[in-house]
């Protein structure tokens, strides 16, 4: 595993590539910030009176989809998804409603590229952002996709169900373009660390073996951040995010980890899921005003869905770096987030990451500290036990090159291969605190980047 990969977090419009072995195909990609989980007036309220059930505009959020996507221009976004909630019927609001909101949105904001989405509602589990390919067979793509599989949908009767999902998963792997899935907040329904909800480790595993063109990840970081009595909307006080992220993202040797471990591909994101901003009464930011996941593609809406398949992004909060680069070194390879090398287990590892700060204050007027980064390394041992490796620096360990806030480890290969991932914050907390009622979350701010992969020569894992 001495190839590490190279992630160079840029701002929206800095073009700065990867050191990658694959520079013909990362021509003219950048850093693109953006958002996969933006409600608007689409998400809808429900007159229960009548039948079926008439859909009341705004009921959930009073923002058109223009609005959101000049909002997510402004806070520096290049992409993002509209992604309403269904409900009763709701397919009939997506085509004849929000579609042409979308259409009108593209014409009003063309700066950001826009995708068709929803907020699924998954059968047997809770909500997922689904993302659509645009294209001629767009909308039809996503009505079909709600009108037949969502679990809100049906006037009548039942449909929450694994078999349902399956069902679902299936379809869409089937879809050409494929569309993207990533489920939204996954501990939100746990009732402690490490007791699940509606969402369950098994459940992604097998989601993600059903569909793993389509289901790739799950949200990292999620959004509501701007409410302080329940960041993220975790409501359990034993269950809380912690420093704004999903437990299954900050455990080290947890959830994610035990995945990437395996081979896994499964990707992580931070998103707003903005309904109501905070100045306006609500408990939301606006898209990009806090949360950012940044894909790494050219700004076409192909390249950028290609990034969000195939890991190549990190996400941050509260802007506290806006560049990275993270690369692990072997005998004349490296990768970038996403992919796997090959090294020998008779080699050491090198690993470096690059951060960059911000030259610009955040949406709250600040600068931000960083005060830690932490190098994460894991992989099985001889039983199948995990095993991780972690090492931290702060000003007195890491180096300064420019702009650029540099740590280098060398370690061993690991023997069975696995993964390496960094993640940094603001606080220099070893370990992600569990979030209080009233702390303001802009004191404490992370980022973290997707894994590369490590095979070893003689036990290669993929």
Excluded: C
Aim: aromatic residues 8%; charged residues 25%.
């Amino acid at each position: 595993m001495k190839e590490f990969v190279l992630l160079t977090l840029l701002a929206v419009s800095v073009s700065a590539a990867p050191a990658s072995a694959t520079a013909a195909a990362d021509a003219g990609r950048q850093w693109l910030a953006g958002d996969h989980h933006v409600h608007s007036e689409w998400s809808v309220d429900w007159d229960r009176s009548t039948t079926p059930p008439t859909p009341i505009r705004g009921g959930d959020s009073s923002y058109s989809r223009s609005r959101n996507a000049a909002q997510a221009r402004d806070f520096g976004l290049s992409w993002m998804v509209h992604t309403d909630h269904g409900g009763p019927g709701h397919s009939a609001v997506s085509r004849d409603h929000a579609y042409p909101a979308l259409v009108q949105a593209r014409v009003d904001v063309p700066e950001v590229i826009q995708f068709n989405g929803m907020e699924f509602d998954v059968p047997a589990g809770e909500h997922a952002s689904l993302i659509i390919a645009p294209g001629p067979a767009e909308r039809d793509q996503l009505v079909t996709a709600e009108r037949d599989f969502s679990r809100s949908e049906p006037l009548q009767g039942s449909r929450d169900t694994e078999q349902q999902m399956q069902a679902a998963l299936a379809h869409l792997q089937r879809l050409n373009p494929a569309p993207l899935m990533f489920i939204n907040h996954p501990s939100r329904t746990a009732t402690g660390l490490g007791q699940w909800g509606e969402v369950t480790p098994e459940e992604l595993r097998g989601w993600h073996a059903a569909a793993p063109n389509v289901l790739v990840g799950m949200e990292g970081a999620p959004g509501h951040q701007a409410i302080r009595a329940e960041r993220g909307l975790y409501r359990n006080a034993d269950a809380p995010t912690l420093g704004g992220y999903d437990q299954m993202t900050t455990q080290v040797g947890g959830v994610w980890d035990q995945m990437l471990a395996d081979g896994v591909r499964f990707w992580i994101t931070a998103n707003s899921d903005s309904h109501v901003n905070l100045r306006d009464g609500g408990r939301d930011y606006d898209p990009g005003e806090y949360s950012k996941t940044y894909a790494w593609a050219r700004p076409e809406a192909e390249d950028i869905l290609d990034a969000l398949r195939n890991g190549r992004m990190f996400i941050v909060t509260g802007d506290l770096i806006d560049a990275l680069e993270l690369r692990v070194t072997g005998d004349d390879v490296t990768g970038v987030p996403g992919d796997a090398v090959t090294l020998s287990v008779t080699q050491m590892m090198q690993v470096e990451v690059r951060v960059r700060q911000p030259t610009r204050p955040n949406a709250r007027g600040h600068r931000p500290p960083l005060q830690r980064i932490e190098l994460i390394v894991g992989g099985r041992v001889g039983d199948g036990t995990l095993q991780m490796q972690r090492r931290g620096f702060d000003v007195a360990t890491w180096a300064r090159e420019g702009d650029w806030t540099v740590a280098r480890w060398s370690l061993p290969v690991p023997p069975r291969g696995g993964f390496v991932r960094v993640r940094g914050n603001s606080t220099g907390d070893v370990e992600a605190q569990m979030d209080e009622r009233g702390e303001d979350p802009w004191d404490d701010l992370w980022f973290y980047s997707n894994p590369v992969f490590v095979n070893v020569v003689d036990t290669a894992r993929r």
